[in-house]
């Protein structure tokens, strides 16, 4: 095996240099005129100018996680429960009431409606004016 033999295995083309007279003289097919004809013409990235627009402050994006406020109408409840049964979050997802999303807890927010309530007792519950109201009207109790 002679020296002018060997090969590399890795097939490495070298760059054709552009502009120097020849097939690819003048113009060195980029054109005549414009952003892509002169040297060094890069575009600018889509991305930086949306970068560029953002707050620069420590922790902006970064709040935490709201806990959502589930609703739930007493009308809803007098056909579900008993009267004298308590109520509360646990399980108002036991009965299908709020749906399940595990890990997470989610607050409760008792509305009043056109519906007959039940004498419930309430746990760990929100309630509107109006639903408040009729609890108390009724005789439930609310525990905290």
């Given at each position: 095996?002679?020296?002018?033999?060997?090969?590399?295995?890795?097939?490495?083309?070298?760059?054709?240099?552009?502009?120097?007279?020849?097939?690819?003289?003048t113009y060195s097919g980029r054109g005549v005129k414009g952003q892509n004809s002169r040297s060094g013409a890069t575009k600018e990235p889509i991305i930086r100018p949306l970068i560029k627009r953002y707050h620069k402050l420590k922790g902006i994006g970064f709040s935490p996680p709201r806990q959502k406020i589930v609703t739930v109408k007493l009308g809803d409840l007098a056909k579900k429960f008993q009267e004298g049964a308590t109520v509360?979050?646990?399980?108002?997802?036991?009965?299908?009431?709020?749906?399940?999303?595990p890990g997470k807890r989610s607050k409760v927010k008792i509305l009043s409606s056109d519906w007959q309530a039940k004498k419930l007792i309430f746990?760990?519950?929100?309630?509107?004016?109006?639903?408040?109201?009729?609890?108390?009207?009724?005789?439930?109790?609310i525990k905290s």
């Amino acid at each position: 095996m002679q020296l002018s033999q060997i090969k590399s295995k890795s097939f490495h083309q070298s760059k054709k240099r552009v502009g120097r007279g020849g097939k690819r003289g003048t113009y060195s097919g980029r054109g005549v005129k414009g952003q892509n004809s002169r040297s060094g013409a890069t575009k600018e990235p889509i991305i930086r100018p949306l970068i560029k627009r953002y707050h620069k402050l420590k922790g902006i994006g970064f709040s935490p996680p709201r806990q959502k406020i589930v609703t739930v109408k007493l009308g809803d409840l007098a056909k579900k429960f008993q009267e004298g049964a308590t109520v509360n979050p646990q399980i108002l997802k036991e009965k299908g009431l709020i749906s399940p999303k595990p890990g997470k807890r989610s607050k409760v927010k008792i509305l009043s409606s056109d519906w007959q309530a039940k004498k419930l007792i309430f746990e760990n519950c929100q309630f509107s004016k109006t639903a408040q109201e009729e609890i108390e009207k009724i005789g439930g109790e609310i525990k905290s």
